[in-house]
């Protein structure tokens, strides 16, 4: 068996220890920035945290594929923004599950009797009694002119 005291080391780490640790040390200095730029497409730190870890895991899978002419830094911010994107499509999809799943429950608990409480109005019957109107394609209340 081989084991290795922290003293030792690899002399020959062989050619994917050396293209991970080449990997690493490039995309130290340009981590941080990757995960600014995450961050602030996602809204979240924690989600750019995220993201930033799947970008890198994809450039690192795709590596051969990188043409070494051309720069890392712009391919890296490429994958980056793409991974950010279908973050946030997901989440949107998410999102619009769960509010499919909320406004039947509340159609659904109107009709079983509770018509006459103050939860179970629409939002645009609310709108209407309020002088304003509901705008279905944005989801958003709009106050009369």
Same mark, same amino acid.
């Given at each position: 068996?081989?084991?290795?005291?922290?003293?030792?080391?690899?002399?020959?780490? %062989?050619?994917?220890?050396?293209?991970?640790?080449?990997?690493?040390?490039?995309?130290?200095?340009?981590?941080?920035?990757?995960? *600014?730029?995450?961050? *602030?497409?996602? %809204?979240?730190?924690? /989600?750019?945290?995220?993201?930033?870890?799947?970008?890198?895991?994809?450039?690192? *899978?795709?590596?051969?594929?990188? /043409?070494?002419?051309?720069?890392?830094?712009?391919?890296?911010?490429?994958?980056?923004?793409?991974?950010?994107?279908?973050?946030?499509?997901? *989440?949107?999809?998410? /999102?619009?599950?769960?509010?499919?799943?909320?406004?039947?429950?509340?159609?659904?608990?109107?009709?079983?009797g509770f018509r006459n409480r103050k %939860?179970?109005?629409?939002?645009?019957? /609310?709108?209407?009694?309020? %002088?304003?109107?509901?705008?279905?394609s944005e989801g958003r209340i709009r106050?009369?002119?």
């Amino acid at each position: 068996m081989n084991s290795l005291n922290d003293n030792q080391h690899i002399e020959d780490p %062989g050619p994917f220890e050396a293209r991970y640790l080449a990997f690493l040390e490039t995309i130290s200095t340009l981590r941080p920035s990757l995960h *600014r730029y995450c961050a *602030r497409m996602t %809204g979240s730190v924690m /989600d750019g945290e995220d993201v930033v870890q799947e970008a890198l895991f994809e450039a690192y *899978r795709k590596l051969d594929k990188f /043409d070494q002419s051309r720069p890392l830094k712009p391919w890296l911010f490429r994958i980056a923004h793409n991974r950010c994107i279908d973050f946030l499509r997901r *989440r949107g999809v998410r /999102d619009q599950a769960d509010a499919g799943v909320a406004v039947p429950e509340a159609i659904r608990a109107c009709r079983a009797g509770f018509r006459n409480r103050k %939860g179970c109005r629409t939002p645009s019957a /609310d709108a209407a009694s309020q %002088g304003t109107s509901v705008r279905p394609s944005e989801g958003r209340i709009r106050l009369f002119a």
